[in-house]
């Protein structure tokens, strides 16, 4: 339609109303208007004509600006053109027509383009997953134990919020991945199994040493007993460590059988010198003192300063009276285990990986909570009451949960 034509040129009106639309050189009847006059009677099919080419209009800037697939917009066009040759309305019809024609044309391109941006989609995600791949492929020859359980994580999750490629490609590289974490899994099984097995071994030959030696605490050829309970205390080191609590437990009573001897040695050596009466009076002096100074002491170097002052005061006083050594020694272990405690207190504190388990567990629990929320609320807009009373119940398990893994987490941050 040129400039100087309005849609009106396009048709006529009868004197009986009929309207009539000029299109490929013939006319056709789209109407009659009863009543009214020949002027109302166009205007009313003009009008239509307007509707249909702001339609067309409309499908140009969407195809234009790729609103809809390719498709769904050959669909739409081929409507359009369906609506333009059966309207019963006054207007260059041809033309919109001719705009419908050269929009299907602009449809070739574009599904080329989306070809192009999904071919290099696919191969952005295979790059990605390749790269995980050979990843996850050098975690399972190494011997990163806590790391590559925890790397290994975060791989998976990566992989799986990636968008699947042809299936042939994605199973190849899933069992690529899968297999290197399977390898992983097994050898970190079979290292601590292996450890496990070392240190049951290990506990099995400090109990038979710790058999050799209780007969020897009572033994008074001081020589000969040294003698024995040296050569068992590098039999003990060579054997290695057992679980820690159980090697804990395990020297304590080599050790105590061990000082049961040499005390006893100590004293006979010693008994004929008063001197021990008197190292005894100074020994319970400096524990009397230390007991004092240490009281509200909380700062661990200054602590152990004055633990190692102590020590090395004790020490030097020499030995004691048989009778009174194992209270002496319980207090003096006594001392030495609250210096240890508030080092174990401070180690606790500023423990890197237990702070992050902990504030892993805080998030772990706040994300569930706010899942749980939003299934709350699509159970409420949807009226299911029991879904309502069934998400309101696990909000409440996890709060309590979550008010429990924060008291753990700020005792990190004292």
């Known amino acids: 339609m040129s400039e100087a034509q309005a849609p009106s040129d396009f048709g006529r009106v009868d004197p009986d109303g009929t309207v009539y639309v000029i299109t490929g050189g013939t006319e056709r009847s789209v109407g009659q208007i009863p009543d009214s006059t020949p002027e109302e009677a166009m205007a009313f099919y003009v009008r239509r004509f307007e509707n249909l080419a702001a339609e067309v209009t409309l499908l140009e800037t969407r195809v234009g600006a790729q609103a809809m697939s390719p498709e769904e917009a050959k669909s739409a066009i081929a409507t359009a053109k369906s609506n333009v040759a059966e309207a019963n309305a006054v207007g260059d019809l041809e033309s919109l027509t001719t705009r419908l024609d050269a929009l299907s044309e602009t449809l070739p391109a574009q599904i080329e383009a989306r070809k192009a941006a999904r071919a290099e989609q696919n191969a952005a995600t295979v790059a990605s997953k390749e790269a995980m791949v050979v990843e996850a492929e050098t975690l399972s020859q190494g011997n990163d134990w806590r790391g590559g359980v925890d790397r290994f994580r975060v791989l998976l999750d990566e992989w799986k919020a990636l968008p699947r490629v042809d299936r042939a490609t994605d199973n190849e590289l899933w069992h690529r991945f899968s297999s290197a974490r399977t390898q992983y899994t097994r050898r970190r099984k079979a290292h601590f199994s292996e450890l496990n097995s070392k240190r049951d071994d290990a506990k099995a030959v400090k109990e038979a040493i710790i058999a050799e030696a209780e007969p020897l605490a009572d033994s008074t050829d001081w020589g000969a007993t040294s003698a024995a309970f040296r050569d068992l205390m590098q039999r003990w080191k060579a054997a290695g460590s057992a679980r820690r609590a159980e090697d804990d437990a395990l020297w304590s009573r080599f050790r105590a059988i061990q000082d049961q001897f040499f005390d006893a040695r100590t004293t006979a050596q010693s008994a004929v010198d008063g001197e021990q009466t008197e190292n005894l009076t100074a020994k319970q002096e400096l524990v009397a003192q230390v007991t004092k100074d240490l009281e509200g002491v909380t700062e661990v170097d ?52 237990a702070r992050k388990r902990a504030e892993d567990t805080v998030a772990m629990f706040e994300n569930q909570i706010a899942k749980l929320q939003a299934d709350l609320d699509k159970a409420e807009a949807k009226g299911d009451s029991r879904a309502v009373k069934d998400a309101a119940k696990s909000i409440e398990t996890y709060t309590s949960w979550l008010d429990q893994a924060r008291e753990t987490l700020t005792d990190f941050q004292g």
């Open 302 to 353: 200054a602590a152990k300063s004055i633990h190692r002052e102590f020590l090395a005061k004790f020490n030097e006083l020499g030995h004691v009276p048989r009778n009174a050594m194992r209270e002496l020694d319980s207090k003096v272990r006594s001392i030495g285990d609250k210096v240890a405690q508030l080092e174990a207190d401070e180690w606790r504190r500023t423990d890197p990986e």
